[in-house]
C-alpha cells in the first residue's frame, strides 16, 4: 500500500470531525425570542409564522427556515434574525395595507368587474410590489382577450397615513386590435375560404358591428385551434397538427391573423374489433358489429366514433346497464389505416347522494330540477347525466351549464355540482323585406324565461301584400312539474286573396296543446284548436264558390309525430327528419279531415357536398256532403316548386285559383362546394322539384290537371350586410296551360 492511500482515511475522519465541531459550536439553546418592528402583525402571529419555539436549537439553517417562512406569508418587506447570547431577535418591516385600489379610464361595468376579480392584490391586503407587477401583467392580458391590444396602463402608488396605500391604475383602451385577414399555411388541404367557416374569429368587416368575434382574442384563436383541429380529424386526417397561431400588425389597428396546419395523411378505417366483459350479453351489441362492417374502408372520422360511442350509451340505456363504460383503442396500421377496438366494460359504481344547483338568481331551481333525468338517491348513470345536462343548454335561457363530480360522504356516493349561468332572456325583434311575391314586415316581442320557470311568452305581428296576422302564445315547458310542455295560443289572421284566388277571410282561433318526447328522439305533439272564420267572395265569383260565403265555426284536434335523426337542426349533414300530420274534426261547420307527411333526408357524400331528398304530402277531404272550403283547401307552399309562381298552380275556376284536395311535392338538391369558394356565408345548390296540386270534390267542369309540374335550377342562400338573400333561377320542365311560372324568385330580408 503507497504511503498516499493510507493517510486518506485519517484525513476524512478529520474532516468530519471538524465539520461535527463547528455545527455543535454554532448551535445555541434558544432561552428568549424579541419580536421588533411590527405594527399590525402580533408577536404571536409572527412567532406561529416562523416555527419557532423556546427551548430549540438555533444554527445557520434554522435560521434561514425562520427567514424563509416569514418572506412567504407575504405580510414583511423585509425581514432579519439575529441571536445573542441565547437572546433570539426577529425584526420585521411589514408591508403597507392597501385601502382602496381604483381603476380609472374603464367605463364598462362589466369589463372593470372583470379585471379587478383576478387581481392578486386587494382592498385591505398587505401591499407586495411583486403582485403589483404580476396584476399589470394580468390587467394587460385581460385587455388583450377582449380585442384591446393597443391598451396602456399607467400604474401610481400614493402613500399614505400609518403606513397605507393607494394604488391608481389608469387605463387608456385605445381602438380595439381589428383582424384585417385570416389566412391558413402549411399542409393545409383546404382552401382559406372553407377554413375560415371553421372557426369562430371573423375579417373585420363593417357591417359586423355586432359581432366581437372580429377582433383579435387570444382565448377565441384558442378555441379555433380546437375547431380546426376537430374539422381535419372528421374529414380523415388522424394526425393533423395545428402547429400554431401567429398575428402580426399591419396597420395602426389592424392585424393579420394566420394558422399553422400540418394535416398529414389522410386516414381510413381497418379493422374493427369489439371487446364485450363476461357481465354483459355479447347479443345486445349486435347492432353495434353491423354498424363496424359499414364503416369499413370509410375515412376516419372523429364524429363517427362519436356516434358509435352513443349508439354503445343507448343500448346501455334501454338495457338497463347502469354501470357501463365504453373505452376506444386506436391502432396506426402502415401509413393510412387504424384499426379500431371498442371496450365495453364494467365502470365504477355509485350512487348520487346530493345533486347542488349553482348561478340560478332569476330561474327558479324546482324547473332546473325537472330537467334532470337523474335523481338523487338513483345509480349514477353517464348517459341520462349527459342527456340532463344538454336538455338544460337546449332551453336557450342560459349561456353555460357546467357540471362537477365531487366525493360524497361515503365510497360509493357522489355529489354533483350543476353550476349555471343564466343570460338576457328578452328579445325584441323587427323584420322587412321584398321579394318577387311582395313585401313583408314582421315585429316581435319575446321573453323566454318568464317568473324564472323557462316560460316562453311570445307576442308577433307580421304583415304581407294579402296577409295580415297577429298572435300571442304562451309555453310552459314542463306544466304541473311533469317532462310535458303546455302551449296555449290566440291568433287573428285577416287574408285578402281576392285578385287571384276568389275569397277574402277573416281567422280567429284559441288552441292548447302539449309536446313530449315518447321515445328517443320521437316527439309527439297534440293540439285542440278552435276558431271561427267569416268568408267573403269577388262579385265574379262561380257559383260554387259564392254558396261557401258566410261565417263558420270550427274545433278539430291536431297531433303531430316527428321523428329526428338529423346530426345538426341548421344545414345537417347527415340523417333524417321524419313528421306525420293529421287534423281531426271535432264540432265544426264542415272543417275537412287533413293528412300530411314529410320526410327530408341528408348525406355527406363528398367533402362539403350534402345530397338531400325529400317527400312532401297532403290530402284534405270533407266528412260530409260539403264541399271542401276555399280557404281550407291546398296550396303547394312555394319552397316544394321552384320556377311557379307560389300557389298558381292546379285547379282552377275560371279565373281563381282554387287549391287541391292533394298535394305532393318531390325535392332533390345538391350542395356545390367548389364555386365560390372565397366568399364566405354563401351555400349554392343545385335542384329538381316535381310537384303537383290536384282533385277538386265540387265540380266536374273545372280545370283540374293530373300533370306533373317540374323543373330544374340553382338555388343561393346567402348573408348579407342587409340580410339573408335567398334567389332562385330555375327552368320549368313540365307545366300545365293555366299554370303561372315564375323562372327568377328572391327575397330580401333583415331583423334588428
Known sequence: MSKRLKYIPVTLILIVCIIFISSNVKSEIISKIDIVGNERVPPETIRMFSNVSLQDKINDNKINSILKNLYETNFFENVSVKLENNLLIITVKEYPIIENINIEGLKAKKIKEGIRKNLLLKNRSSFNKFFLEKDINTMSSSLKDLGYYFSTIDTFVENLENNK???????KLGNKSKIHKISFIGDKIFKDSKLRNVILSEEYKFWKFISGKKFLNEQIIEVDKRLLKNFYLNKGYYNVVIENAFSQLVDDEYFALTYNINSGNKFKFNEFNLVIADDFDEKKFSKIKKIFNKLKNEYYSLRKIEKLLDTIDQIALFENYDFIDAIVDEEIIGDDKLNMTFKIQESEKFYVERINILGNHITQENFIRNQLIVDEGDPFNKILHNKSINALKGKGIFSEVKSDLKDGS???????????SEKATGEISAGAGYGSEGSTFGFAVQENNFRGKGINLNASLSASEDKIKGMFSYTHPNFNYSDRALTTSIQSTSTDKLSDYGYKSSLNSVSLGTRYEQYENL?????????????????????????????????????AFSYDRRNQPYRPTSGYLSRFTQSLPIVSDGSPILNGYEINTYKEVIDDMVVSLSFFGRAINSLSDDDVRISKRLYLPSKKLRGFEAGKIGPKDSDDYVGGNYATAVNAATTVPYIFQTLENLDMKMFLDAANVWGVDYSDTIDDSNKIRSSVGVAIDWFTVIGPLNFSLSQPITKAGSDKTEKFRFQIGTTF
Open 410 to 420: 361515503k365510497d360509493n356516493q357522489k355529489i354533483i355540482d350543476i353550476t349555471i
Open 165 to 171: 396605500v393607494n394604488i391608481i391604475h389608469k387605463i
Open 523 to 559: 316527439f309527439f305533439s297534440p293540439r285542440l284548436s278552435i276558431g271561427s272564420e267569416s268568408l267573403e267572395t269577388t262579385s265574379s265569383a262561380s257559383a260554387n264558390l259564392k254558396k261557401q260565403e258566410g261565417s263558420y265555426f270550427d274545433s278539430s284536434l291536431i297531433y
